[in-house]
């Protein structure tokens, strides 16, 4: 099993621009999260998904969207990038109270 | 609301000293699910110990243990001996909700640095 997987793992984006994070698990789970990590400090999370088609916000979702066609993948859209965005975003997927975390995305906005 | 609080922003110590990172947190469920989670420098996330509610015995795994008190709201963990690669952040975090509104999201506190000297 690859587990959570997430590309890119670096990307700089100039301010306005758009992007996707993929974000893909093989172990079919269906709860799965974006958190995206600021300098020194904790994880915040922005969506989740408890299933194919169901997603719903989490603690800071103003500037991006997402969307779970398929059990495996969870994408994370940036539609206009502003330097606020400028973080570490984690995937992360779970099954009985244990997640499973991707790499992590380190994203540069200028 | 539900909330994790690390006392210590940055712990340094000596190796070998023994060093306890504070968790204090909020909820007003009576089932949660309290973690550890380790993030050495190459920033990935290593899961450590995950504890439910129900639970309050205390777990050593190696040189970590872990201290868990639901009568002050508190979930400290210990590294006994500390090396070098102790060095990382360390992140406590809780999951809200149970029951059919559980999602398993975390809430996570703001972490803790911890520098090992040699």
């Known amino acids: 099993n690859a587990g959570v997987t997430q590309t890119p793992k670096f990307r700089i984006l100039k301010i306005g621009q758009s992007m996707t994070l993929q974000c893909t698990q093989d172990?079919?789970?269906?709860?799965m999260y974006w958190y995206r990590q600021d300098p020194g400090m904790g994880l915040k999370l922005i969506y989740y998904?408890?299933?194919?088609?169901?997603?719903d916000k989490g603690e800071v979702p103003n500037g991006y969207n997402v969307s779970r066609s398929t059990t495996e993948d969870f994408p994370l859209r940036l539609e206009l990038a502003a330097p606020s965005q400028t973080s570490v975003y984690f995937c992360?997927?779970?099954?009985?109270?244990?997640?499973?975390f991707g790499p992590g995305t380190r994203l540069t906005v200028l | 609301a539900q909330k994790v609080t690390q006392v210590q922003t940055e712990i340094s110590v000596v190796e070998k000293e023994d060093v306890t990172l504070d968790c204090v947190y909020e909820?007003?469920?009576?089932?949660?699910?309290l973690f550890w989670y380790k993030q050495p420098p190459s920033g990935e996330l290593v899961f450590l110990i995950r504890?439910?509610?129900?639970?309050?015995q205390n777990e050593i795994s190696g040189r970590y243990s872990w201290n868990f008190q639901k009568s002050t709201s508190s979930f400290n963990f210990t590294i006994t001996a500390s090396q070098v690669v102790d060095s990382a952040v360390y992140f406590c975090?809780?999951?809200?909700?149970?029951?059919?509104?559980?999602?398993?999201?975390?809430?996570f506190g703001q972490g803790t640095t911890l520098q090992v000297k040699p």
């Open positions: 909820t007003r469920d009576t089932t949660y699910y």
């Open positions: 992360a997927s779970s099954y009985r109270r244990e997640q499973f």
């Open positions: 998904s408890v299933g194919a088609g169901i997603t």
């Open positions: 975090a809780l999951i809200d909700g149970e029951g059919s509104s559980n999602t398993g999201k975390l809430i």
């Open positions: 172990m079919n789970h269906n709860y």
């Open positions: 504890r439910n509610s129900f639970d309050e």
